[in-house]
């Protein structure tokens, strides 16, 4: 009974400070650290068959909840009556298609192109074609009419760019008889006779790479038994064209003899099994020429190198990003710090090297801050396939302020570019900041626009005033100084410091730093106070823009409360509020203000302000404003605790005789300003 009390006032508490979402995501911690503790293989399995088995009841849950579901940051509406409510109960266990897309996170070849042959409702299409480098060579063949339109709506929804086929994979005729299964729809096909048949026309997979130009592909086939015919019928098309082959074998439908027989013949036309995962397996092709294949940059699961190299993600015309010599110096440096995102870095190097950099000679200096993942395979893995400007660093000091000062140290250039690992940057970005300098002498440093790349639908409330804790920026298409009249924050994911900054003023504070995965700094507009007290300047440049990665953790309420719980830490450490005028320009710390535990009091009076327009919002029911001013509160509150523990720390009398204080000397104040609005009177 004890512990039933001790867990309700937990939650009632969890409840209170972060609503419902908060007592949700405590339960989901909760769960996670407890599968944790399931050391037992066979417990394990049994879940993860629990996961992928169908329970109406839960499917009924789906229901209640509007029939809307998501898988892997996709969105996904299953209120269709050809989708049961059993089958309902698999997107809300994660179990959908889970061995697929398990597979296809480890080891899909995000440059490829990819043939899809089973649409079915679009979830493996939609996870994939969000991890591909060219999502718009992403084919999907689909045999089911009835799930065309589910398909194109799921495409149209995630922002996806595939095409849609309604083609059935046959041989010897234009039209073939696709059988529907009033019981498993879903797993409908062109095998299994039933007592329903619609004609669809046919279309082999030879027909799709020459209609669309594919030399190489990725081939993910989930057709029901079709893969029988496939690999019977076009084996040399697999041999001369498919590069990773990821199948679900259905040898229950067709029969495991012929199962293993396809099995045999795809070792035998030169395909190796990676990986197998329930009925899904991945095989990749041996048998390429080895001046055509391209191996997979598929995330491993150790730190160990492995022996075949992904050759360089730019295809196009060579620059002196991939041409130049190591020996030559550069005219800008580019620093990544990164810390556990080797699958995110991998789309952030591969835009790098894709600049138009023309007569620019450029280097990058990627800082792995201890990562643990397989961080130096992915970078050594590019240097080794020919990219000569491209360095990799460790950095043992764990720390964002750690990893860029560390890339400070080994940069040859005058110009420093800084960027993040899940950040991709425009083809001339490079070639922009260096122009801007050249343009701009002025300037000491220079920063630009960061756009969203959203990984889920963002919520209604998420404006771009709640842009901050997302680290983005876009002040508008007009460029402008920012200086101690105008402090504007520029970023780090979008931002660049002539090199004689740091020589003159020292590098960025790693007492504000972001420590791993942790949650807000400030070593960027610390940097930014450290210019414009120097009387120097940066400069705000539109047409410099990059694109950051927003996964949905980080649009969820929780993250941005503690987002600007931290960030008030953080103010409080620069004593932001008492520097900054309330017009918003810089100024001298105002040190004759009224203070209480070494807060001044229009701080308070701030707080009290927001907490004014936090229940006016509220009240009016204005969901966006209400939580930007609850927020405005968050920070206000944070920072008068720090500023208290700073002032602890400093004060030799008790606390009633500081609060005893701060009233004197308000009244006093007050009187001495009566007198004066008297005689205006």
């Known amino acids: 009974m004890g512990l039933l009390k001790r867990k ?7 409840l209170d400070t972060d609503g419902a979402r908060g007592v949700l995501a405590v339960a989901k911690r909760k769960l996670s650290s407890s599968m944790k503790c399931f050391e037992s293989r066979r417990w394990k399995h049994r879940f993860d068959v629990w996961c992928q088995t169908e329970h109406p ?4 849950i789906v229901e209640w909840r509007g029939n809307k579901v998501s898988l892997d940051s996709c969105v996904f509406s299953v209120s269709s009556p050809i989708i049961s409510t059993a089958t309902k109960s698999l997107f809300l266990q994660d179990g959908y298609e889970r061995c697929e897309r398990d597979i296809l996170k480890l080891y899909l070849n995000r440059s490829r192109a990819v ?13 994939t074609n969000k991890m591909l480098d060219l999502p718009g060579r992403h084919v999907v063949v689909e045999a089911n009419p009835d799930l065309i339109g589910i398909l194109r709506e799921h495409r149209e929804q995630n922002g996806c760019w595939f095409t849609v086929l309604n083609r059935a994979l046959a041989y010897g005729s234009d039209e073939v008889a696709f059988y529907q ?15 329903k048949a619609v004609p669809v026309p046919t279309i082999t997979l030879a027909r799709i790479l020459d209609e669309y130009g594919f030399d190489r592909c990725t081939l993910i086939c989930d057709i029901e038994g079709g893969e029988m015919d496939l690999v019977r019928n076009e084996a040399d098309v697999l041999r001369r064209h498919v590069e990773q082959l990821v199948v679900e074998i259905h040898g229950w439908r067709v029969g495991h003899d012929q199962a293993e027989q396809m099995i045999r013949t795809l070792e035998q036309i030169g395909f190796e099994r990676l990986c197998e995962k329930g009925a899904t397996s991945v095989f990749r092709n041996v048998g390429l020429p080895a001046d ?47 810390y556990n995102r080797c699958e995110q870095l991998c789309h952030a190097l591969a835009a790098l090297l894709k600049q138009s950099t023309g007569d620019l000679i450029c280097e990058i200096i990627v800082v792995d801050n201890n990562s643990t993942d397989a961080t130096r395979s992915v970078i050594e893995s590019f240097i080794q396939s020919g990219v000569a400007n491209l360095q990799y660093v460790f950095e043992p000091r764990q720390g964002l302020s750690h990893g860029r000062n560390t890339g400070i140290a ?8 800084f960027t993040d690992d899940d950040v991709c940057t425009a083809s001339d970005w490079a070639l922009r900041i260096k122009r801007c300098f050249d343009q701009h002498p002025e300037a000491d440093f220079i920063g630009g626009k960061v756009l969203p790349r959203w990984r889920c639908e963002p919520p209604a409330w998420l404006t771009p005033d709640h ?6 920026v876009d002040y508008g298409d007009t460029p402008f100084i920012v200086d101690r009249m105008k402090p504007f924050c520029l970023v780090g994911a979008n931002l660049a410091f002539r090199r004689e900054v740091f020589d003159r003023l020292g590098t960025f504070s790693p007492d504000l730093q972001r420590v791993r995965d942790g949650i807000g700094s400030a070593e960027d507009y610390e940097m930014h106070l450290r210019v414009w007290n120097a009387g120097g300047k940066g400069l705000y440049a539109p047409e410099i823009v990059v694109t950051s990665d927003v996964e949905p953790d980080r649009v969820t309420k929780a993250y941005h409360r503690k987002w600007y719980a931290g960030h008030g830490r953080f103010s409080a450490r620069m004593r932001l509020k008492e520097v900054m005028s309330p ?23 701030e707080l009290f302000c927001s907490l004014g327009r936090w229940a006016e919002a509220a009240l009016r029911r204005q969901e966006s404003s209400a939580f930007y001013h609850e927020n405005r509160t968050r920070h206000c509150i944070y920072y008068i605790r720090q500023r208290y523990r700073q002032n602890a720390q400093e004060r030799n009398h008790s606390t009633l005789s500081e609060i005893a204080r701060f009233i004197r000397t308000v009244v006093r104040k007050k009187l001495k300003a009566h007198p004066v609005k008297s005689q205006a009177a």
Request: aromatic residues 6%; glycine residues 8%.
């Open 292 to 338: 055509a294949a391209r191996p997979v940059f598929g995330a491993a699961s150790s730190n160990s190198i492995d022996t075949a190299r992904p050759a360089t993600p730019g295809t196009g015309p060579a620059s002196s990003m991939t041409e130049s010599s190591g020996l030559e110096t550069p005219h800008v440096s580019i620093v990544v710090s990164t």
């Open 8 to 14: 309700l006032r937990t939650t009632r508490r969890v």
């Open 583 to 605: 017009e918003g320009c810089l100024i001298p710390e105002r040190t004759l203000a009224t203070r209480l535990f070494g807060v001044p009091s229009f701080v308070f009076v």
């Open 57 to 60: 009841w839960l499917g009924r």
């Open 410 to 417: 080994r940069a040859r250039a005058p110009v420093i570019a």
């Open 181 to 195: 299964d009033a019981v498993d729809y879903l797993g409908s096909s062109v095998q299994v006779q039933t007592a």
């Open 467 to 472: 842009w901050s804790p997302l680290a983005l």
């Open 115 to 127: 043939v899809e042959l089973g649409g079915a409702v679009g979830v493996v299409a939609c996870v």
